[in-house]
C-alpha cells in the first residue's frame, strides 16, 4: 500500500502545473532517457515486428537488459492492450511488486492503476489495469476461473528459466490455449541460453535473442573450503569495504534469518571501526521483507558511501540492482527437497549449480568490470557443483499443483504436456494424499470437498483444514490459524537483548500447553480485541507488520469462505473442536513420542522432533500433529499441537487403521511378520 503513495507524486491526472508537477515531468523525463540506454532498447522494434508475425517467441537475454520492465511497455505503445490485458509472471513475488512499481514510475501512473501486480493475498490492480505483474501462481489460480484467458490479449511467461512448478504447469496450458485461441500472443523470455528446450517445446518456436553488454568478471576462490560460510561472507564485505575502489557489493545468502544475523553482525563490526572508514549502507532483501522497505534498494548510493546489499536468490536473475560491482558468492542456496516415498519435503540449504554461480557472478559486471568472490575453492566449483539445477517440480510435493489441474478439468495427469515429466511416484503421491484429504474419489475425481479446498489460495491441508471447520463449526478460529500460519515465521519478536521477556511474552500465550496453533489464535484473537494495537504489539513483543498482513490474509479467507458457503462461526470455548478441525487437514502429519524424546511419523515411520521454539518443546506430548518440518541440524516440526491417537481413526479412518495408533509394546508381532512388513 505504502507504494500506491509513491507513485503519487507522478500522477498525470494533476490539472495544474504546481511545482510538484514539474518536478515529477523532469523526473519522468529522466526515466525516459534510461529506459533507451537499456540493452534492449536498440531491438524494440525488431522485437515488436517478431511479435506480430509469430503467436508464441521465445525471448532470451541476459539479467538487466530490461526485458521485464520494457517488453509489456513496448507492447502497451504499440497497441496490444486495446483489446486486452499484457500478463507477465513472475515466479518470486518480490520481483512482481518491484518491477510493477517501476514501470509504473516509468509511466508516470500511479501504481494499481495501468500497471499493477496481483501477488497471493495481495491483489494491486484495478479496471483500469493493462499491463499486470503477477506471480506464475497467481496467474495459474486466474486460469480456474478464466480458463481461456480471454481478457488477455498477451502472456509473458518470464523468467522461464526458474522452472518453477507454476510456471512448468503455465507452459502446457498457455500452449493449449494458444492452439485454439489464434489472436492471443505468448511470450517466454529467459536469462539463460537454454532457449531451445523452450522452443522444442513450444513448436519450433523462433528464438529472439537480445545481445547482452558484460564487462569482464573477475573470478576469485578460496584456497581452502570455509568452514562458516556467513562468517566468511561478513569478513570478504569487510574487507572488500577498507580496501577496493568504490562499488556496491551484492552477497548471496540462503534466506531471512541468514541476512538478519549478517546484517546485526556487520551492524557491529562497523560500529567498532568508527569514523575512520566510509559509511556503509546495508540493504537487505528477501521474500518477506515490507514493501516499504524493498525500494530502498534500488535507491542510488550517496557518493563516498558503499552500499551492500544482503540477498537471497531473488537477485540472482529476478532483479537488478544498478551499481553493484563486487559480488560475495558463498555457493549455497535454500532448496525444496522432496521425497515422493515418505511424501516429505523439507528446506534445505543445498550448493548451487554451475549455471546459478555464473549468474552471480555475472552481476558484478553490468555496468563495467567486476570482481566474484566465490566462498569455495576453484576444486569445488569444477568438481562438485551440478550443472544446472533440476526443475522445481521433479523436487516438489505435487498435491496442490494436482488439485488446480483437476479443478481445471484436466484428468490426465501421466499425458498432460509437461516440459519435463514430474516422477511417477510424485504425481501418484499427490493423488494419494488428495485422495485421504477427500478431495478427489477413488476414481481421482474431484469430490465437492475437493472444489471448496480448491478456491482457497493455500496448500490442501490447510485448505482442508479449514473446510473440516465446518463441521466442527469453528472457522473463524481456523481462518485466524491459517492466516498465521501463511505469514511464516515472523510473529513474535526476539531482540538478542531482550530474549528472557520476549520468551516470557511468548510463553503467555501457550498457558495451559494448547499447542503452537491455538497459541496463534490466541495472539490473533487477543489483538483483535485491543482493536488493533500497535502498543500491544510491542507489548507482547509481537511483530506488528506480521499481524496486519495477517489481518488481511485472514480477512482474504474470510470472504472466500462465503464463496465456499461456509458460515462464519465461533467455538471458542471448545478447544478440542478446533484441535480436530487442525487434524482434519493435518492427520498425515502426525507423530508420536518416543522413549528417548524423539518422535516418530505415524505413516512413514522417521525420526523428528519438537522444534525448540515450539511452546510444546518441554512439554513432549505423546501425540502431536505438526505443521511443517524443517531441516536445520535436526530434522524439525514447526507448529505442534497435542492430539488424541483416536481422532485419527475418527477422522481419517481409510488413512489410519487401530493397529496405527495402538501402543507398539502391547501387541507384539510375530518376527517373521514384521519382517514382511518392512518389506
Ligand atoms: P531484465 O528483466 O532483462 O532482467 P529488467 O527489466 O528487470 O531487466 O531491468 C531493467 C533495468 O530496470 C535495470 O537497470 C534495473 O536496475 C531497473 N529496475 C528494475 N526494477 C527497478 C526498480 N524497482 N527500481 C529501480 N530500477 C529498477
Ligand atoms: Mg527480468
Known amino acids: 500500500k505504502a507504494s500506491v503513495m509513491d507513485g503519487d ?22 526515466l525516459q532517457e ?4 537499456l540493452p534492449i532498447y536498440p531491438y524494440r522494434d525488431d522485437l515488436l515486428k517478431a511479435v506480430e508475425d ?11 537488459s530490461g526485458k521485464t520492465t520494457q517488453i509489456p511497455q513496448y507492447l502497451h505503445e504499440a497497441g496490444y492492450t486495446k483489446h486486452g490485458k499484457v500478463g507477465c509472471t513472475q515466479p518470486r513475488r518480490v ?10 514510475q516509468e509511466m508516470g501512473v500511479k501504481l494499481g492503476h495501468e500497471v499493477g501486480y496481483s501477488i497471493r493475498f495481495e491483489d494491486c490492480t484495478s479496471e483500469k489495469t493493462v499491463l499486470k505483474y503477477m506471480t506464475d501462481g497467481m496467474l495459474l489460480r486466474e486460469l480456474l476461473g478464466e480458463p481461456d484467458l480471454a481478457s488477455y490479449s498477451v502472456i509473458m511467461v518470464d523468467e522461464a528459466h526458474e522452472r518453477t512448478v507454476s510456471t512448468d504447469i503455465l507452459f502446457g496450458l498457455v500452449k493449449d490455449i494458444a492452439r485454439f485461441r489464434k ?31 558484460r564487462y569482464p568478471v573477475e573470478i576469485h576462490y578460496t584456497k581452502a573450503p570455509e568452514a562458516d560460510y556467513l562468517d566468511a561472507a561478513i569478513v570478504t564485505v569487510l574487507q572488500i569495504h577498507v580496501s577496493q575502489s568504490p562499488g556496491d557489493i551484492l552477497v548471496f545468502l540462503t534466506g531471512q534469518e541468514e541476512i538478519e544475523t549478517a546484517e546485526e553482525i556487520l551492524k557491529h563490526r562497523i560500529k567498532g571501526f568508527g569514523t575512520k572508514i566510509a559509511e556503509l549502507i546495508i540493504c537487505p532483501i528477501y521474500a518477506n521483507l515490507p514493501t516499504e522497505l524493498q525500494a530502498k534498494i534500488f535507491e542510488p548510493t550517496p557518493e563516498a558511501a558503499r552500499k551492500v546489499v544482503l540477498a537471497t536468490n531473488i537477485a540472482e536473475t529476478s532483479l537488478t540492482i544498478d551499481g ?20 516429505m519435503e523439507s528446506l534445505l540449504v543445498t550448493p548451487i549449480s554451475k549455471a546459478s554461480a555464473n549468474q552471480r557472478a555475472g552481476r558484478s559486471g553490468r555496468t563495467g568490470p567486476g570482481k566474484c568472490f566465490r566462498l569455495y575453492t576453484a576444486y569445488n566449483y569444477y568438481t562438485e557443483l551440478d550443472d544446472n539445477t533440476p526443475p522445481e517440480i521433479q523436487r516438489t510435493n505435487l498435491a496442490s499443483v494436482v488439485l488446480s489441474l483437476k479443478s481445471l478439468g484436466i484428468h490426465d495427469l501421466i499425458n498432460f504436456d509437461f516440459m519435463d515429466p514430474p ?8 493423488l494419494e494424499l488428495l485422495f485421504a484429504l477427500s478431495a478427489l474419489n477413488k476414481l481421482g475425481e474431484l469430490t465437492k470437498v475437493g472444489r471448496r479446498m480448491a478456491e482457497f489460495p493455500l496448500d490442501p491441508m490447510l485448505s482442508k483444514m479449514i473446510v473440516a471447520s465446518d463441521k466442527y463449526k469453528c472457522s473463524d478460529e481456523v481462518i485466524s490459524i491459517s492466516a498465521m500460519l501463511s505469514v511464516g515465521n515472523s510473529i513474535f519478536y526476539r531482540p538478542k537483548d531482550k530474549q528472557v521477556h520476549a520468551d516470557n511474552a511468548r510463553m503467555n500465550f501457550h498457558t495451559g500447553n494448547v499447542g503452537d496453533h491455538i497459541a496463534l489464535m490466541k495472539v490473533y484473537n487477543s489483538w483483535r480485541e485491543t482493536n488493533y494495537s500497535t502498543q500491544w504489539c510491542y507489548e507482547n513483543y509481537i511483530q506488528v507488520r506480521s499481524m496486519k498482513r495477517a489481518r488481511d ?86 507448529q505442534v499441537t497435542e492430539l488424541k491417537p483416536d481422532w485419527l481413526v475418527e477422522i481419517a479412518p481409510h488413512y489410519y487403521q487401530m493397529k496405527d495408533v495402538e501402543d507398539p509394546g502391547s501387541k507384539k508381532m510375530p518376527k517373521g511378520q514384521e519382517d514382511k512388513r518392512v518389506k
Open 423 to 430: 516422477p511417477a511416484e510424485a504425481l501418484l503421491k499427490a
Open 553 to 638: 490474509v485472514r480477512d482474504q479467507l474470510e470472504g472466500l469462505l462465503e464463496r465456499v458457503e461456509i458460515e462464519l462461526t465461533s467455538n471458542l470455548n471448545d478447544l478440542e473442536a478446533i484441535k480436530k478441525a487442525i487434524t482434519s487437514g493435518f492427520f498425515p502429519h502426525s507423530a508420536r513420542l518416543q522413549k528417548n524424546g524423539s518422535y516418530r511419523t505415524v505413516k512413514h515411520p522417521q525420526t523428528v522432533y519438537i522444534h525448540p521454539s515450539s511452546g510444546l518443546a518441554q512439554v513432549l506430548p505423546r501425540w502431536v500433529v505438526y505443521h511443517e518440518l524443517v531441516l536445520t541440524t535436526k530434522e524439525y516440526m514447526r
Open 183 to 213: 489472436d492471443i500472443k505468448l511470450l517466454i523470455s529467459s536469462a539463460t541460453l537454454d532457449a531451445e528446450k523452450f522452443s522444442d517445446f513450444f513448436d519450433s518456436a523462433p528464438i529472439f535473442k537480445i545481445p547482452g553488454r
Open 34 to 37: 534510461d529506459r533507451k540506454t
Open 54 to 64: 509469430f503467436q508464441v517467441l521465445v525471448i532470451v537475454g541476459e539479467t538487466g
Open 95 to 104: 520481483a512482481a511488486m518491484s518491477v510493477a512499481a517501476r514501470v509504473s
Open 9 to 30: 507524486k507522478f500522477d498525470n491526472d494533476l490539472p495544474t502545473e504546481s511545482p510538484e508537477t514539474s518536478k515529477a515531468k523532469s523526473e519522468l523525463e529522466k
Open 324 to 343: 553493484i560491482k563486487y559480488v560475495i558468492d558463498p555457493g549455497f542456496c535454500k532448496m525444496k527437497s522432496y521425497n515422493p516415498r515418505t511424501g
